[in-house]
């Protein structure tokens, strides 16, 4: 089964760092987080193209190796020197964040990303330049080397022999690469580790093999093809002319659909046959279910989760880790350099039943209630250091959230706070997801420059 999420969550018309690069710096994550390019947040580009792929997640990935200070900072204390405020600061004790587990599948140990253009291409020129920029700057390695993915390579463009048709669809590009992948073809043999990446110019209309269309439904996906005996990575990214806006262009929002999936693709490569980091622990399942349960993914609803680091002419997406998860600190890397990670999360939660992206149901964490009732959850408030502004904080139903019909009310009793104070929300059920046996929600707070989310599920 592979589940492709709807990537078009929210448009900003700002791109974090492009409007002041030189406040981008670099700092050194700590125990085995590696190097982090630390990015200004400030803002958001719209739209990075998800792949929701499958493959049950087991038990099995750990923080192994990770320091209890995350990228630049302690985790609880922020002992700069006299006069400092986070002398004596310590982050309120909060249930831990995310893991998204090792399947047991194989990552790209070296991998290569190829580009395959139609004839015509405007976008070509920039494609590769942002392939060229992801395998030299620090980003990738920021990134990925936690999950044993090493450099990327990029290897020569493919190009098609004739301009894309008005419609094109997975099929098509199957037996692209079928009819021209293996010794003694025009593409020659596959390369050992490499992502085949199918652009797919604006005006061309794809469908995938389940009816849905890109630019509408999604703005990529990967996969796996199985050629001449051997599974073969690729990608699918579209150029999305619906998706450019005031201050947004379409290359930008092509950019992020490109770094999204090049890095789906190299830590869950073979994502039907044997999936890697594909799916949060069961106790997140709510996470897989709104956002599709890769790295990318995890991360694909922040509002900054696009970023425009030094050495980059367009933006590429934050990614999920589970080092920084690990330690208390922002998830999605690169996070911004000098600003402390906050959040809200409810206090306690139970056991509750959720059918997942496969069609199982199983046990998560989540609020107990049922269809009709309300019930009141106190959410608690953290910070990893003394804030300057309050955080607040608003309920989201996520039905309505992606356009749907409202499944989920939330009030809070008072909507801001800081570090340690514990909110009032009171949840009313109006019905539940007959597909999923409950309602997802989500958090987001804000102290008014940055914002971070959280994702909860009502159920039974």
């Not at 992606?402 to 809070?412: A, E, I, V, Y």
């Amino acid at each position: 089964m592979r589940v492709r999420t709807n990537s078009l969550f929210r448009l900003s018309t700002t791109l974090a760092c492009a409007a002041a690069l030189a406040a981008c710096s670099t700092t050194t994550a700590g125990g085995g987080g590696g190097v982090y390019t630390a990015v200004d947040g400030g803002g958001d580009a719209a739209l990075v193209g998800a792949d929701a792929t499958t493959g049950d997640a087991e038990p099995g990935a750990d923080g192994a190796g990770v320091d209890s200070a995350a990228p630049g900072s302690d985790a609880t204390a922020g002992d700069t020197g006299s006069g400092d405020t986070n002398v004596n600061f310590t982050t309120a004790d909060h249930a831990a964040q995310a893991q998204v587990l090792n399947s047991n599948g194989p990552v790209l140990a070296s991998p290569t990303v190829i580009p395959v253009f139609y004839q015509g291409d405007p976008m070509q020129a920039q494609v590769e330049t942002l392939a060229t920029q992801m395998s030299t700057q620090p980003w990738w390695g920021q990134v990925v080397t936690e999950y044993g993915v090493g450099p990327l390579q990029v290897g020569t463009s493919l190009m098609m022999a004739t301009a894309a048709a008005k419609s094109l669809s997975e099929a098509t590009v199957l037996s692209t690469m079928k009819a021209n992948l293996g010794a003694g073809k025009s593409w020659g043999a596959a390369v050992s580790d490499a992502v085949y990446v199918f652009v797919i110019p604006d005006g061309t209309t794809f469908t995938d093999s389940s009816g849905g269309v890109c630019c509408n439904d999604y703005d990529g996906y990967h996969d796996s093809q199985s050629i001449g005996g051997k599974e073969v990575a690729y990608a699918v990214v579209c150029a999305c002319a619906n998706e450019a806006g005031p201050g947004v262009t379409m290359a930008q929002s092509f950019a992020g659909a490109f770094s999204h999936e090049v890095v789906e693709a190299a830590t869950d490569p073979y994502p039907n046959v044997s999936p890697a980091y594909s799916d949060p622990a069961p106790e997140f399942t709510a996470w897989s279910v709104a956002n599709g349960g890769e790295l990318a993914d995890m991360c694909e609803y922040e509002p900054d989760v696009n970023i425009q680091p030094d050495g980059f002419d367009l933006p590429v997406v934050r990614i999920w880790s589970n080092a920084a998860a690990a330690a208390g600190q922002d998830p999605c890397v690169p996070a911004p350099a000098g600003v402390p990670y906050f959040n809200a999360m409810p206090v306690t939660q139970a056991a509750v039943h959720i059918v997942d992206n496969y069609g199982t149901t199983v046990v998560t964490q989540g609020i107990k209630a049922n269809a009709g009732q309300s019930v009141v959850v106190p959410v608690g408030l953290f910070s990893t250091a003394q804030m300057s502004m309050p955080i607040t904080v608003q309920f989201y139903d996520f039905n309505n959230y992606m356009g749907s019909n409202t499944l989920l009310t939330g009030k809070f009793d008072t909507d801001t706070g800081n570090n340690g104070d514990t909110l009032n929300l009171t949840i009313h059920v109006n019905k539940y997801d007959p597909q999923l046996g409950g309602a997802l929600f989500i958090l987001e707070s804000t102290d008014g420059t940055h914002s971070h989310q959280w994702t909860g599920f009502v159920g039974k």
